[in-house]
C-alpha cells in the first residue's frame, strides 16, 4: 500500500494542489473500495472451503467377508452423507490379524490428527493401551463389531461400541432348526431317532459372538424340548476355507449321521456345504445347513437352497451408526440425537431370521 501511495504522488506531479488532493482522495476511495473487495472474497472463499471430517478405520482383517460389507455400506454411505460444506475421508486400514500391526496403524490416524477412528480390534483384550493413547490425543475411538470388555470401554468417555447383540442371534438361528424340528421334522430326523444330530462349526476361540452364538443356538432347541445330540464341534475362524476342511474330515468320519450343521457365520456354513458337494452328495441329501450375517454369497444361497436360513446381521445399520457417531463427534456436537446409543457408549442393532419364506425383503 505504502509503495503504491508513493508511486502515486509522483505521477501527480504539475497539478494543482487542489487536484491532486481531489485525485489522491479518489484514489484512495477506489483503494480501500477493492481492498474491501478482496477481503470479502477472500473470506467468502474461506467460508465456502469444505470442512473434511477424516475417519480412520483399521479392520482386524480386510479379507472377511462380513466386515467388506461393512466398509461397502461405510463407502457407500459416507458419499451421500457429503454436502457442499462437508466432506468425509475414509482411510482403511488392513491390520491382517496382528494386533502389533493394527496398533502402529492406530498410532498413525492419531499423529496424523484424524477426527476420529473406528476400530475393529484384533485382540479384544488389548483395547485399554488403544484408549489411553487416543484419549492423549483427544481423538475419539469407535470400536466396532469385536467387543472390548466394558471395563476397558469406561476408562474415557470418548470411546463407544457398535455392534450387535450376539446372544440374539443364536437364539434366532436355533430358532430357524426348532421350527422347522416342530412342523415337519421328517426335514431334519433324516434317521428317524427322535433326537436331532448336529455339527457345530465355531468362529474365533474367545470372539463374544462365537461364544454366545455356539450356546445360544443349542438353547433355543432345548429350551422348547428338542432332543439333541452333538456329533463334533471345532472352530474354523469364520473362514470357508477352514470349515470345508473340517466338515470334510467329519463327513468322512461320521458322514451320514450329520442332520444339521450349526455354523456361527456364513461363510464356514458355505465351507460346510462345499465340502458335501464335494463328497458327492446331492442337493437333496445336504444336511440342514444354517448360518449367521446374510452376507451376499449366502443369501444366494438360500436362493438355490443349500443353505436353509441365516440371521441377517446388519452391516448397513452398524455403519449408520458408526458415522453418525463420528459426524457428531467431530462437530463437537452433542450425542444426545444419535439414535439408539445407550448408557452414552452402546449402539447394537438388531438380527433378523432370514429363510426362504422371507428371502425377497433382504434381497439387495
Ligand atoms: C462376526 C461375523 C463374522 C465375522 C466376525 C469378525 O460378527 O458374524 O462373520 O465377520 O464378526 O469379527
Ligand atoms: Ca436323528
Redesign the pocket.
Known sequence: MILTMKSCSSRSRGRSHAEVTAMNHSFLRRMALLAAIGFCCLAGCAEEEPETVRIGVAL??QD????STIVQNLEQQAKERETADRKLNLNIADGRGSQAAQNEQIERFLKQGYDVVCV?IVDRTAAAVLIDKARASNVPLIFF??EPVEEDLMRWDKVFYV??D?EQ?GLLQGGIVRDVWKADRGLIDRNGDGLLQYVMLE??PG?Q?TLLRTENSIKALTKAWVPVEKLANDSAN?QRGQAHTRMAQWLKQIGQQVEVVFA????MALGAIDACFEAGMSEDQLPFVVG??A?PPALEAIAEGTLKGTVR?NASAQASAMLDLACALSAGEGLNGIEGLKNGKYIRTEYAVVTPENLDEFLP
Do not use: C, I, K
Not at 456361527?264 to 461363510?267: I, L, T, V
Open positions: 482386524y482383517q472377511d467377508t462380513f466386515l475393529n463389531n469385536r455392534g450387535s450376539a442371534s468362529g474365533e470372539h459372538d469364520w456361527n457365520n456364513d461363510d449367521v450375517d452376507t446381521n
